[in-house]
């Protein structure tokens, strides 16, 4: 079954201290993204990845890092949380267009 | 600059009753078009997408979009709503050749019994 699993569901942590959304992919798609979404502002690409070793800045991008060294991994890096990046967060795995979504992670920064 | 518009915030329909979510974009080509749903607590899903040919595209769940090239839309429609077809509804562009998708702001819909 094509897949795109990312953990945690939910989280709560406190400003500054680091954390990571990991994310994998079954699919072996090349194209992988972060998002975030807002009330009122859908959905905002944060990141992505076109293969191993090619990450690139989307529309919000600061505060944020990514890495990609395995095709099926794409974690999402909070290396000092503030409370502007309370969000719902989502990977994203896709091909042509044809997005495979993660379920989602609800993060709090208080 | 390229981007998606969704006019309207909330859609309210009866049930049993057409509905239609509206979507335009801007964005240079021939993209891609396509329709997302997201219910509650849950991941985006895919609905339908548009890449050449017929201009009305079926997907799931009884769903349709309807392409117009000279107005830059691609609106989503059923003939007859369902309580159960209650969610965020995205629409996303990606532009010819690429695997970016840009998305609209969603509307929600509401069918009402």
């Known amino acids: 079954e094509a897949q795109v699993t990312q953990n945690p569901r939910y989280l709560i942590t406190v400003t500054g201290k680091k954390l990571t959304v990991t994310c994998s992919q079954n699919?072996?798609?090349?194209?992988m993204s972060w998002y975030r979404q807002d009330p009122g502002l859908g959905l905002r690409q944060i990141y992505y990845?076109?293969?191993?070793?090619?990450?690139d800045k989307g529309d919000v991008p600061e505060g944020y890092k990514v890495s990609r060294k395995e095709k099926r991994n794409f974690p999402l890096i909070l290396e000092s949380p503030s409370p502007n990046q309370t969000s719902l967060y989502f990977c994203?795995?896709?091909?042509?267009?044809?997005?495979?979504f993660g379920q989602g992670t609800r993060l709090t920064v208080v | 600059a390229q981007s998606v518009a969704q006019p309207e915030d909330q859609v309210n329909v009866a049930e049993g009753n057409p509905l239609t979510v509206k979507c335009t974009y801007s964005?240079?080509?021939?993209?891609?078009l396509f329709w997302y749903v997201q219910y509650p607590n849950r991941g985006l899903q895919f609905l339908l997408k548009?890449?050449?040919?017929?201009?009305l595209v079926k997907g799931s769940y009884g769903f349709e979009a309807e392409f117009n090239k000279s107005q830059t839309s691609f609106h989503l429609k059923k003939p007859s709503a369902l309580v159960s077809d209650s969610a965020l509804y995205f629409c996303?562009?990606?532009?010819?050749?690429?695997?970016?998708?840009?998305f609209g702001t969603g509307t929600r819909l509401q069918v009402f019994p």
């Open positions: 996303a562009v990606s532009p010819f050749n690429t695997d970016k998708l840009i």
């Open positions: 548009y890449i050449t040919g017929d201009n």
């Open positions: 699919m072996n798609h090349e194209y």
């Open positions: 964005v240079s080509g021939n993209p891609y």
């Open positions: 994203a795995s896709s091909y042509r267009g044809r997005a495979f």
């Open positions: 990845s076109m293969n191993v070793e090619v990450t």
